[in-house]
Protein backbone atom coordinates (compact mmCIF):
# COMPACT_ATOMS: atom_id res chain seq x y z
CA UNK A 1 0.00 0.00 0.00
CA UNK A 2 1.47 3.34 -1.03
CA UNK A 3 2.30 5.64 1.99
CA UNK A 4 0.24 9.08 2.03
CA UNK A 5 0.18 11.40 4.86
CA UNK A 6 -2.30 14.65 5.33
CA UNK A 7 -1.12 17.94 7.51
CA UNK A 8 -3.55 19.56 9.93
CA UNK A 9 -2.67 22.78 12.21
CA UNK A 10 -3.00 21.55 15.65
CA UNK A 11 -2.39 25.16 17.73
CA UNK A 12 -3.21 28.69 15.54
CA UNK A 13 -3.95 30.53 18.79
CA UNK A 14 -4.67 33.77 16.64
CA UNK A 15 -6.15 31.73 13.48
CA UNK A 16 -4.36 33.18 11.17
CA UNK A 17 -3.35 30.27 9.37
CA UNK A 18 -4.45 27.30 7.23
CA UNK A 19 -3.17 24.59 5.71
CA UNK A 20 -3.38 22.48 1.96
CA UNK A 21 -4.01 18.81 3.74
CA UNK A 22 -2.40 17.24 0.52
CA UNK A 23 0.83 19.37 0.18
CA UNK A 24 1.23 20.96 3.62
CA UNK A 25 1.61 24.20 2.15
CA UNK A 26 0.32 27.27 5.02
CA UNK A 27 -1.43 30.58 3.86
CA UNK A 28 -2.53 33.09 5.82
CA UNK A 29 -5.97 34.02 6.27
CA UNK A 30 -5.66 36.88 7.97
CA UNK A 31 -3.85 40.24 8.61
CA UNK A 32 -0.46 39.50 10.72
CA UNK A 33 -0.08 41.62 13.64
CA UNK A 34 3.41 42.11 15.33
CA UNK A 35 1.74 44.80 18.01
CA UNK A 36 -0.62 41.58 19.02
CA UNK A 37 1.16 40.95 22.78
CA UNK A 38 -1.14 38.36 23.38
CA UNK A 39 -0.14 35.99 20.10
CA UNK A 40 3.42 37.25 19.57
CA UNK A 41 6.24 37.26 21.70
CA UNK A 42 9.49 39.13 20.94
CA UNK A 43 7.85 39.38 17.40
CA UNK A 44 7.72 35.69 16.57
CA UNK A 45 4.47 34.14 16.62
CA UNK A 46 4.48 30.12 16.95
CA UNK A 47 2.26 27.47 15.51
CA UNK A 48 2.20 23.98 15.62
CA UNK A 49 1.47 21.42 12.52
CA UNK A 50 0.92 17.93 12.70
CA UNK A 51 1.27 15.31 10.09
CA UNK A 52 -0.64 12.15 9.85
CA UNK A 53 0.11 9.23 7.91
CA UNK A 54 -2.63 6.08 6.58
CA UNK A 55 -0.67 3.22 7.85
CA UNK A 56 -1.99 0.61 10.39
CA UNK A 57 -1.71 1.88 13.47
CA UNK A 58 -1.35 5.18 12.05
CA UNK A 59 1.34 7.28 13.15
CA UNK A 60 1.59 10.91 13.55
CA UNK A 61 4.25 13.77 14.04
CA UNK A 62 3.94 17.29 15.11
CA UNK A 63 6.01 19.90 14.60
CA UNK A 64 6.43 23.99 15.91
CA UNK A 65 6.12 27.22 12.98
CA UNK A 66 7.70 29.80 14.18
CA UNK A 67 6.91 32.59 12.33
CA UNK A 68 9.17 35.94 12.59
CA UNK A 69 7.22 38.90 12.20
CA UNK A 70 8.81 42.47 10.46
CA UNK A 71 7.77 45.62 11.78
CA UNK A 72 5.43 47.88 9.69
CA UNK A 73 5.27 51.42 11.48
CA UNK A 74 1.31 51.18 11.14
CA UNK A 75 0.99 52.70 14.87
CA UNK A 76 1.63 56.43 16.70
CA UNK A 77 2.89 57.15 19.62
CA UNK A 78 1.20 57.55 22.48
CA UNK A 79 1.07 59.63 25.79
CA UNK A 80 0.82 57.66 29.65
CA UNK A 81 -1.34 58.25 31.47
CA UNK A 82 -3.65 60.10 30.09
CA UNK A 83 -5.41 61.07 33.17
CA UNK A 84 -3.65 63.54 35.94
CA UNK A 85 -4.80 66.09 38.63
CA UNK A 86 -3.40 69.61 39.42
CA UNK A 87 -3.69 71.51 42.49
CA UNK A 88 -5.40 75.49 41.63
CA UNK A 89 -2.32 76.25 43.89
CA UNK A 90 1.33 76.21 43.32
CA UNK A 91 0.76 73.47 41.15
CA UNK A 92 3.21 70.57 40.72
CA UNK A 93 4.41 69.77 36.74
CA UNK A 94 3.43 66.07 35.89
CA UNK A 95 5.82 63.65 33.88
CA UNK A 96 3.95 61.99 30.68
CA UNK A 97 6.05 58.99 29.29
CA UNK A 98 5.87 58.52 25.54
CA UNK A 99 5.44 54.66 24.19
CA UNK A 100 5.38 53.46 20.83
CA UNK A 101 5.00 49.42 19.77
CA UNK A 102 6.31 49.54 16.61
CA UNK A 103 10.73 48.95 16.55
CA UNK A 104 13.16 51.71 15.69
CA UNK A 105 13.76 53.31 13.63
CA UNK A 106 10.40 54.06 13.62
CA UNK A 107 9.81 55.12 17.51
CA UNK A 108 11.93 58.00 19.08
CA UNK A 109 12.85 60.53 19.05
CA UNK A 110 9.47 61.71 19.40
CA UNK A 111 7.62 65.35 18.54
CA UNK A 112 4.98 66.59 20.73
CA UNK A 113 2.67 69.70 20.15
CA UNK A 114 -0.60 71.27 21.99
CA UNK A 115 -3.66 71.93 19.35
CA UNK A 116 -7.05 72.92 19.64
CA UNK A 117 -6.44 75.87 21.93
CA UNK A 118 -4.82 73.92 24.50
CA UNK A 119 -1.55 75.95 24.90
CA UNK A 120 -3.36 79.16 26.19
CA UNK A 121 -3.60 77.49 29.46
CA UNK A 122 -0.78 74.67 28.99
CA UNK A 123 2.53 74.49 28.41
CA UNK A 124 5.15 71.19 27.81
CA UNK A 125 8.95 70.92 27.30
CA UNK A 126 11.04 67.36 26.86
CA UNK A 127 12.11 66.04 29.68
CA UNK A 128 14.78 63.82 28.16
CA UNK A 129 17.35 64.10 25.18
CA UNK A 130 15.83 61.02 23.24
CA UNK A 131 12.18 62.89 23.60
CA UNK A 132 10.76 60.31 25.40
CA UNK A 133 8.77 61.79 27.71
CA UNK A 134 7.00 65.12 28.55
CA UNK A 135 6.78 67.54 31.26
CA UNK A 136 2.84 69.16 31.30
CA UNK A 137 2.10 72.25 34.00
CA UNK A 138 -0.33 74.79 33.58
CA UNK A 139 0.58 78.25 32.35
CA UNK A 140 -1.39 80.43 35.11
CA UNK A 141 -3.73 79.36 37.92
CA UNK A 142 -6.89 78.21 36.51
CA UNK A 143 -10.06 77.81 37.66
CA UNK A 144 -11.52 74.66 39.13
CA UNK A 145 -13.20 71.94 36.92
CA UNK A 146 -11.94 69.45 34.38
CA UNK A 147 -9.79 69.96 31.18
CA UNK A 148 -9.47 68.65 28.34
CA UNK A 149 -5.79 68.55 26.50
CA UNK A 150 -5.51 67.58 22.94
CA UNK A 151 -1.71 66.67 22.57
CA UNK A 152 -0.26 66.17 19.28
CA UNK A 153 2.90 63.72 19.09
CA UNK A 154 4.63 62.67 15.90
CA UNK A 155 7.33 59.74 15.69
CA UNK A 156 10.70 59.15 13.97
CA UNK A 157 9.21 58.13 10.98
CA UNK A 158 6.25 61.25 10.87
CA UNK A 159 3.76 58.98 11.80
CA UNK A 160 1.45 60.89 14.48
CA UNK A 161 -1.43 60.24 16.54
CA UNK A 162 -3.24 62.89 18.40
CA UNK A 163 -4.65 61.70 22.30
CA UNK A 164 -6.69 63.93 24.56
CA UNK A 165 -5.47 63.96 28.14
CA UNK A 166 -8.57 64.08 30.80
CA UNK A 167 -6.80 67.40 33.67
CA UNK A 168 -8.72 67.63 36.98
CA UNK A 169 -7.88 71.09 38.74
CA UNK A 170 -8.07 70.63 42.55
CA UNK A 171 -8.96 72.98 45.53
CA UNK A 172 -5.61 72.09 47.04
CA UNK A 173 -2.16 73.60 47.00
CA UNK A 174 1.25 71.97 45.69
CA UNK A 175 1.32 68.35 45.48
CA UNK A 176 -2.28 66.53 44.86
CA UNK A 177 -2.96 64.00 47.75
CA UNK A 178 -6.62 63.56 47.67
CA UNK A 179 -9.24 64.93 44.64
CA UNK A 180 -13.08 65.46 45.08
CA UNK A 181 -14.23 66.36 41.40
CA UNK A 182 -16.97 68.66 41.90
CA UNK A 183 -16.21 71.53 39.60
CA UNK A 184 -17.66 72.37 36.94
CA UNK A 185 -16.61 71.04 33.69
CA UNK A 186 -14.46 73.25 31.58
CA UNK A 187 -12.51 72.63 27.90
CA UNK A 188 -8.70 73.22 27.89
CA UNK A 189 -8.34 76.82 26.39
CA UNK A 190 -12.28 78.33 27.31
CA UNK A 191 -13.10 79.62 30.57
CA UNK A 192 -16.32 79.28 32.29
CA UNK A 193 -17.13 82.94 31.11
CA UNK A 194 -16.37 82.16 27.87
CA UNK A 195 -18.52 79.17 27.97
CA UNK A 196 -21.09 81.11 28.85
CA UNK A 197 -20.85 83.90 26.01
CA UNK A 198 -21.42 80.99 23.79
CA UNK A 199 -24.20 79.46 24.99
CA UNK A 200 -25.65 83.15 25.52
CA UNK A 201 -25.11 84.00 21.75
CA UNK A 202 -26.71 80.55 20.59
CA UNK A 203 -29.90 81.12 22.75
CA UNK A 204 -30.24 84.79 21.14
CA UNK A 205 -29.95 83.48 17.59
CA UNK A 206 -32.65 81.17 18.37
CA UNK A 207 -34.84 83.69 19.84
CA UNK A 208 -34.22 85.86 16.74
CA UNK A 209 -35.09 82.41 14.54
CA UNK A 210 -38.29 81.84 16.01
CA UNK A 211 -39.27 85.98 15.88
CA UNK A 212 -38.73 85.46 12.19
CA UNK A 213 -40.78 82.69 11.95
CA UNK A 214 -43.66 84.36 13.45
CA UNK A 215 -43.33 87.14 11.38
CA UNK A 216 -43.37 85.14 8.44
CA UNK A 217 -46.25 83.18 9.67
CA UNK A 218 -48.46 86.48 10.50
CA UNK A 219 -48.07 87.71 7.12
CA UNK A 220 -49.45 84.81 5.44
CA UNK A 221 -52.47 85.04 7.64
CA UNK A 222 -55.36 85.88 5.29
CA UNK A 223 -57.68 88.36 6.41
CA UNK A 224 -61.33 87.72 7.40
CA UNK A 225 -63.52 90.23 6.42
CA UNK A 226 -65.63 91.71 8.83
CA UNK A 227 -69.27 90.73 7.90
CA UNK A 228 -69.05 87.17 5.83
CA UNK A 229 -71.18 87.15 2.99
CA UNK A 230 -73.84 84.63 4.62
CA UNK A 231 -74.60 87.10 7.74
CA UNK A 232 -74.87 90.19 4.81
CA UNK A 233 -78.65 90.22 3.71
CA UNK A 234 -78.75 93.55 1.88
CA UNK A 235 -79.22 93.02 -1.67
CA UNK A 236 -76.87 95.68 -3.12
CA UNK A 237 -73.55 94.47 -1.47
CA UNK A 238 -70.92 93.12 -3.82
CA UNK A 239 -67.68 91.30 -2.66
CA UNK A 240 -64.72 91.99 -4.88
CA UNK A 241 -61.65 91.62 -2.58
CA UNK A 242 -61.07 95.33 -2.57
CA UNK A 243 -60.41 97.26 -0.12
CA UNK A 244 -61.23 101.18 0.04
CA UNK A 245 -64.18 103.03 -1.04
CA UNK A 246 -67.45 102.41 0.36
CA UNK A 247 -71.35 101.72 -0.48
CA UNK A 248 -72.53 104.98 -1.56
CA UNK A 249 -72.32 103.94 -5.47
CA UNK A 250 -74.02 100.76 -4.33
CA UNK A 251 -77.27 102.12 -2.30
CA UNK A 252 -79.82 102.09 -4.33
CA UNK A 253 -83.36 100.16 -4.95
CA UNK A 254 -82.90 97.12 -7.14
CA UNK A 255 -86.40 97.16 -7.97
CA UNK A 256 -86.09 100.39 -9.84
CA UNK A 257 -83.64 98.59 -12.12
CA UNK A 258 -85.74 96.26 -13.22
CA UNK A 259 -86.59 96.43 -16.87
CA UNK A 260 -88.26 94.86 -19.56
CA UNK A 261 -92.05 94.61 -21.16
CA UNK A 262 -93.91 93.32 -18.63
CA UNK A 263 -93.60 96.52 -15.84
CA UNK A 264 -94.52 99.24 -18.65
CA UNK A 265 -97.65 101.27 -17.83
CA UNK A 266 -100.23 101.29 -20.83
CA UNK A 267 -97.87 98.79 -23.34
CA UNK A 268 -99.04 95.75 -25.00
CA UNK A 269 -96.80 93.63 -26.80
CA UNK A 270 -97.59 94.36 -30.60
CA UNK A 271 -94.80 91.89 -32.20
CA UNK A 272 -96.54 89.24 -32.42
CA UNK A 273 -98.93 87.15 -35.26
CA UNK A 274 -102.08 88.70 -35.20
CA UNK A 275 -104.57 86.26 -34.12
CA UNK A 276 -108.07 87.49 -35.36
CA UNK A 277 -107.29 87.48 -39.01
CA UNK A 278 -108.04 84.42 -40.97
CA UNK A 279 -105.19 82.20 -41.96
CA UNK A 280 -105.69 82.20 -45.86
CA UNK A 281 -105.76 78.41 -47.57
CA UNK A 282 -102.55 77.07 -50.26
CA UNK A 283 -103.00 74.79 -52.47
CA UNK A 284 -102.10 71.41 -51.91
CA UNK A 285 -99.29 69.52 -53.90
CA UNK A 286 -101.29 68.28 -57.06
CA UNK A 287 -100.81 64.34 -58.63
CA UNK A 288 -100.35 65.82 -61.76
CA UNK A 289 -96.83 67.22 -62.59
CA UNK A 290 -98.58 69.64 -65.59
CA UNK A 291 -100.17 71.50 -62.25
CA UNK A 292 -97.19 72.49 -60.86
CA UNK A 293 -96.15 76.00 -62.59
CA UNK A 294 -99.94 77.08 -61.42
CA UNK A 295 -99.73 75.51 -58.09
CA UNK A 296 -96.69 77.51 -57.48
CA UNK A 297 -98.13 80.79 -58.99
CA UNK A 298 -101.32 80.42 -56.47
CA UNK A 299 -99.23 79.72 -53.32
CA UNK A 300 -97.18 82.73 -53.94
CA UNK A 301 -100.32 85.07 -54.27
CA UNK A 302 -101.70 83.55 -50.93
CA UNK A 303 -98.24 83.94 -49.26
CA UNK A 304 -98.29 87.59 -50.11
CA UNK A 305 -101.57 88.54 -49.20
CA UNK A 306 -101.15 86.56 -46.09
CA UNK A 307 -101.64 89.09 -42.72
CA UNK A 308 -100.18 86.46 -40.50
CA UNK A 309 -97.33 85.78 -42.43
CA UNK A 310 -93.89 87.96 -40.60
CA UNK A 311 -92.83 90.69 -40.89
CA UNK A 312 -95.90 92.16 -39.05
CA UNK A 313 -96.93 95.65 -39.23
CA UNK A 314 -96.87 96.18 -36.02
CA UNK A 315 -95.28 98.57 -32.80
CA UNK A 316 -91.82 96.55 -31.90
CA UNK A 317 -91.13 98.30 -28.22
CA UNK A 318 -87.29 97.54 -28.73
CA UNK A 319 -86.30 99.94 -24.64
CA UNK A 320 -89.02 101.68 -22.62
CA UNK A 321 -87.60 104.44 -21.07
CA UNK A 322 -90.53 105.32 -18.90
CA UNK A 323 -93.62 107.75 -19.78
CA UNK A 324 -94.53 111.03 -18.93
CA UNK A 325 -93.27 112.62 -22.41
CA UNK A 326 -94.76 116.00 -23.30
CA UNK A 327 -94.74 114.18 -27.03
CA UNK A 328 -98.26 112.33 -28.54
CA UNK A 329 -97.72 108.58 -29.29
CA UNK A 330 -96.99 108.50 -32.90
CA UNK A 331 -98.87 105.21 -33.09
CA UNK A 332 -101.25 107.45 -35.39
CA UNK A 333 -99.00 107.87 -38.28
CA UNK A 334 -98.96 104.26 -38.77
CA UNK A 335 -99.71 104.35 -42.46
CA UNK A 336 -103.21 102.80 -43.25
CA UNK A 337 -104.58 99.95 -45.35
CA UNK A 338 -107.22 102.53 -47.06
CA UNK A 339 -107.12 104.96 -49.17
CA UNK A 340 -109.46 107.07 -47.17
CA UNK A 341 -108.65 110.68 -46.18
CA UNK A 342 -107.21 111.07 -42.56
CA UNK A 343 -107.78 113.61 -40.07
CA UNK A 344 -104.45 115.79 -39.42
CA UNK A 345 -105.89 118.76 -38.14
CA UNK A 346 -104.82 117.73 -34.57
CA UNK A 347 -101.62 118.93 -35.92
CA UNK A 348 -102.33 122.31 -35.87
CA UNK A 349 -102.08 122.09 -32.09
CA UNK A 350 -98.68 120.98 -32.04
CA UNK A 351 -96.93 124.31 -32.00
CA UNK A 352 -95.00 126.20 -34.46
CA UNK A 353 -92.30 123.38 -34.92
CA UNK A 354 -94.96 121.48 -36.22
CA UNK A 355 -96.38 124.12 -38.53
CA UNK A 356 -94.59 122.84 -42.16
CA UNK A 357 -96.06 119.24 -40.85
CA UNK A 358 -99.27 120.36 -40.27
CA UNK A 359 -99.53 122.85 -43.44
CA UNK A 360 -98.37 119.54 -45.47
CA UNK A 361 -101.37 116.97 -44.39
CA UNK A 362 -103.60 119.15 -42.27
CA UNK A 363 -104.94 121.37 -45.21
CA UNK A 364 -103.20 124.70 -43.89
CA UNK A 365 -102.50 127.98 -45.00
CA UNK A 366 -101.46 126.68 -48.80
CA UNK A 367 -105.05 124.86 -49.29
Given at each position: ?261 DARPEVTRNDVAPTLLSVPQYRPRPANPDEIGNFIDENLKAADTDPTAPPY ?55
Open positions: MEQRITYRIWRDAASWLEINPESGAIFTRAELDREDIEHVKNSTYEAIIVAIDNGSPVATGTGTLLLILSDVNDNGPVPEPRSMDFCQKNPQPRVININDPDLPPNTSPFTAELTHGASVNWTIEYNDQAHESLILKPKKTLELGDYKINLKLTDNQNKDQVTTLDVFVCDCEGVVNSCKRTAPYAEAGLQVPAILGILGGILALLILILLLLLFVRRRGVVKEPLLPPEDDTRDNVYYYDEEGGGEEDQDFDLSQLHRGLDSLLVFDYEGSGSEAASLSSLNSSESDQDQDYDYLNEWGNRFKKLADMYGGGEDD
